[in-house]
């Protein structure tokens, strides 16, 4: 895998709070007896990874809400298989937030667009720059993101894809995941597809035709395909083509969403009011020591050569 110098690493940050959440058991609480095992569980992650990896451009994404993306507006129904997070986990990931800000790292939010838009977008403007770009999930969608030079990287599982890897896995190169899974539907994310259709059968329907638009525009040749039950293929698609479209608009990741701009190159940590967080966290004398200690270093490095 290609890598410049100055990869630019971009975290689907939700992801893993959510794990903590599920896995560290709630017993671990905040100064005030709130639950903190998400908390616990994503910083350890984030010190993990810093220390491994050393990034000197990272950026982390963050999800906000499950009912006010745009997304909700084309498909009402999108995410509705889904229980919106408790009270108990929302207030952690204000803290995730606040940890990173005051670690000086950036971090991303908006009611409007979800994380991977936000990863989609600091993807393209950091590429254009000329940096490589190594996306930390474990979701699929984000593939699609993927090109030359670039991973897909599923850290807690120690899987990384790139491009290559990617078009191996799912049978199409990483510019046509989202028609994928428009065809095939995502019940994940509760986005309907054509049914009795899945993802391998949407690979070879793209692969024969390359891509959804032009799948569309040729329904009629898909019997001429030499796969086993071609004609029924054909009369499926033609029976569910209209919802195609629409189930486009729902898979693809925007680019080119409005995002502030903030750089993703190490800032200026606030040590105060991390030390006031690591106390409202009720963290050991030995876990805080590590993340002072880490703050220090990254001031230190911060600080102008005379």
Not at 3 to 18: A, G, M
Not at 133 to 151: F, P
Request: net charge negative.
């Amino acid at each position: 895998m290609t890598q410049t110098s100055n990869p630019v690493y971009l975290i689907d940050s939700s992801i893993y709070v959510f794990r903590s959440w599920f896995v560290i058991p709630d017993t671990i609480t905040d100064a005030e007896g709130n639950p903190a095992n998400a908390v616990y569980g994503f910083t350890d992650f984030v010190y993990q990874f810093l220390a491994e990896q050393q990034p000197s451009h990272i950026g982390f994404a963050f999800d906000e809400s499950l009912k006010t993306s745009y997304r909700n507006e084309i498909y009402p129904d999108y995410k509705a298989n889904r229980e919106s997070a408790p009270e108990e986990l929302k207030r952690q990931f204000q803290y995730c937030r606040a940890f990173l800000r005051a670690l000086g790292f950036a971090e991303f939010g908006s009611d409007r667009f979800e994380a991977d838009d936000i990863i989609g977008t600091l993807a393209w403007r950091y590429r254009a720059l000329g940096h490589d770009i190594h996306i930390l999930t474990g979701d699929k969608d984000l593939a699609q993101l993927i090109r030359e030079g670039d991973t897909w990287w599923d850290y807690a599982r120690s899987n990384r894809l790139d491009s290559r890897g990617i078009e191996k896995r799912f049978g199409v190169r990483p510019e046509r995941i989202a028609d994928q899974l428009a065809i095939a539907g995502d019940k994940t994310d509760n986005i309907p597809g054509i049914p009795g259709i899945g993802m391998a059968t949407a690979a070879k329907l793209l692969k024969r035709f390359d891509s959804l638009d032009r799948l569309l525009e040729e329904v009629d040749e898909i019997s001429t395909m030499k796969v086993r039950g071609a004609k029924r293929l054909q009369d499926l698609v033609t029976e569910h083509q209209d919802i195609l479209p629409m189930a486009r608009r729902l898979t693809g990741i925007v680019t080119d969403m409005a995002l502030e701009e903030r750089p993703l190159e190490p800032a200026e940590p606030d040590i105060e009011g991390l030390d006031t967080l690591t106390d409202q966290l009720d963290f050991s004398p030995a876990r805080k020591q590590r993340w002072m200690e880490l703050a220090e270093r990254k001031h230190e490095s911060l600080r102008p050569v005379d």
